[in-house]
Structures are given as C-alpha cells and as structure tokens.
C-alpha cells in the first residue's frame, strides 16, 4: 500500500473518515487508516471470521460528510488480520459526488420499473421485472409502493424516463420497507452506480419537472 499523503484525488476523503463498503447485499462500516492517490487502507468496525467480500469482484465506496454523499468503485487488493477487519483497495472509478443542497424531493409520479439483482433475503428471483409509480424522487433516490416483497438491503436496478426517449437504469440500494396495506409496502431505495453523466441526467430532469421546487433548494 502506498504511503500516506495529505492530498489524494478523492472529495473530503482523509485518514480517519468514516465509510461503507457495498457488495452483492454485503455492507459493512469501517474507517480510513491508510490513503494514497489510488490506495485505500480500511479498518472494518466488526470483526469476522470470514471475509463478507468476494476478492475477485469489486466493491462499492460510499463515504459523506457535510456537503454530500460520495461514491466510488475499488478492487480488493488484500484482505488481512485476524478476524479479517483490515482491507486494502485499489480505486477503479472516480468518486461521484451528489450534494446533499442539491438533493430536493419530489413528491412526482413517476412510471419506473425495477428487477431483483440481490435479494439477500430471498424470496424473489432475480431478473423478474416489476411495474410501479414514483411516489417521490431526488438526485439520491426514490420510493415508490409495491406488493414484492423487497427487503432492506436487497439490491435493484431501476429505470425510468428522464425524456421521451431517454430512460435513466441505475443500480439501487432498498434503504427503508415499511408497510402502508397488507400485501404493499412503500420502498425507498438509494441510488449507486450513476456515471457522472447520467447524474447530471438526472438532476436536469429534476429540475425540469420542478423549477420553483428546485431554485428554493
């Protein structure tokens, strides 16, 4: 791993800052020991016996501070220590940064679509694609309702038309399930994944459909 230095090319990311790693339903929290241009050190909060990660496929970053939420994708260079607490990354994206000011919601209904990748809980296969209505979006994510049965943690990738003949898809995170009927809950999810320029898609779109909305914000 590369020495340490105070500049790097991530956004507020430094030696001590708190972050997640994402993998095929795996998240876990850890904090940044070691960092170099391209070379992440992460110690994980909990230890366990065996590693959550698959070392040949890579992971997700997510890390924040004040002024937003940050993502970036990584190689898992060597997971190592006794109870497997202590990671080494090699970055293969540059992070992208969504701006908490810029995150207005929208209560919007909004035709989106959404297939299973991960459910960790099982109970859905993935690949089977589901119709549903926005029941509000940001520049984060959105919810909408639905009678799968969608966990926390499952993992989606969703679509949906930013203009007549543009559709936006994106990975997705469930983040909250709660139930509103008996066989329906409201799913919130968070997007990950978006390149630079489908995000900048995205928050045009916003925008569009809202200005007032979003000049207050």
């Not at 919130?188 to 045009?204: I, N, R, S, T, Y």
Request: net charge neutral; charged share 25%; with cysteine.
């Amino acid at each position: 791993m590369a020495e340490k230095r105070a500049n790097n090319t991530f956004y507020h990311l430094q030696v001590g800052s708190l972050l997640e790693l994402q993998q095929s339903g795996a998240h876990r929290e850890g904090s940044v020991t070691l960092i170099s241009q391209n070379d992440l050190s992460v110690q994980l909060a909990k230890a366990e016996v065996n590693s959550p990660f698959n070392q040949e496929k890579p992971v997700r970053i997510k890390y924040w501070d004040k002024q937003g939420i940050y993502y970036c994708q990584a190689e898992i260079a060597k997971v190592s220590g006794l109870l497997n607490q202590e990671i080494e990354l090699s970055i293969i994206s540059r992070p992208v940064a969504m701006q908490r000011r810029r995150s207005f919601r929208l209560t919007q209904k909004i035709a989106v679509w959404f297939e299973v990748v991960d459910a960790i809980h099982g109970g859905l296969p993935p690949g089977k694609v589901f119709k549903s209505e926005t029941r509000d979006i940001s520049g984060t994510g959105l919810s909408f309702e639905s009678d799968a049965p969608l966990k926390v943690l499952d993992e989606l990738r969703v679509s949906f038309h930013v203009s007549k003949k543009k559709k936006l898809d994106s990975f997705a995170t469930v983040v909250t399930s709660e139930k509103v009927e008996k066989y329906t809950h409201l799913i919130g999810v968070e997007f990950h994944g978006l390149l630079p320029e489908a995000q900048k898609e995205l928050m045009e779109f916003l925008h569009e459909i809202s200005p007032d909305e979003a000049q207050q914000k």
